[in-house]
C-alpha cells in the first residue's frame, strides 16, 4: 500500500516563495503520475501539477505555469513542489497524490478523482 508524506508548508508573505516535498513509500509499479493538488477554505479541491515517472515535463493548472515548478527524483520516490510568486489566493493545504496505470494518460491530468492514493497535506499560508 502505498504512503505519501508531505512536508514544507508554512506561513509566508505574498510574493514569497516555499519548497513542498512529497515522499512515496512504495512500489512505483502501482503509479503512473503523481500530481499536487491544493484546498482554499471553502472551496473544492484543485489539481496543480503533475508529472508522470516516465517524463520530465509537467502539467500545470493556468494560475501557476509561470510560478510553480514541479520535479521529481525517481531514485528517491519524491516529488518536489517549487512555489515562487506566492499570491494570497495559493493558501490552502496541499496535497501530493498518485494515480494508478489504469488511469493513464499522455500528458498526466490533474482531475483529482483519477487519484487513488493521498497524503495528509501539508499547510500553506500567504499573508502579508
Known amino acids: 500500500q502505498l504512503q505519501l508524506v508531505e512536508s514544507g508548508g508554512g506561513l509566508v508573505q505574498p510574493g514569497g516563495s516555499l519548497n513542498l516535498s512529497c515522499v512515496i513509500s512504495?512500489?512505483?509499479?502501482?503509479?503512473?503520475?503523481i500530481g499536487w493538488f491544493r484546498q482554499a477554505p471553502g472551496k473544492e479541491r484543485e489539481g496543480v501539477s503533475c508529472?508522470?515517472?516516465?517524463?520530465?515535463?509537467?502539467n500545470y493548472v493556468d494560475s501557476v505555469r509561470d510560478r510553480f515548478t514541479m520535479r521529481k527524483d525517481n531514485a528517491r520516490n519524491t516529488a518536489y513542489l517549487r512555489m515562487n510568486s506566492l499570491e494570497i489566493e495559493d493558501t490552502g493545504v496541499y496535497y501530493c497524490?498518485?494515480?494508478?496505470?489504469?488511469?493513464?494518460?499522455?500528458?498526466?491530468?490533474?482531475?483529482?478523482?483519477?487519484?487513488?492514493?493521498w497524503g495528509q497535506g501539508t499547510q500553506v499560508i500567504v499573508s502579508p
Open positions: 497524490a498518485v494515480a494508478p496505470w489504469s488511469s493513464f494518460k499522455v500528458p498526466c491530468g490533474i482531475d483529482s478523482s483519477a487519484y487513488t492514493s
Open positions: 512504495g512500489s512505483t509499479r502501482d503509479y503512473y503520475a
Open positions: 508529472i508522470s515517472l516516465s517524463s520530465n515535463f509537467p
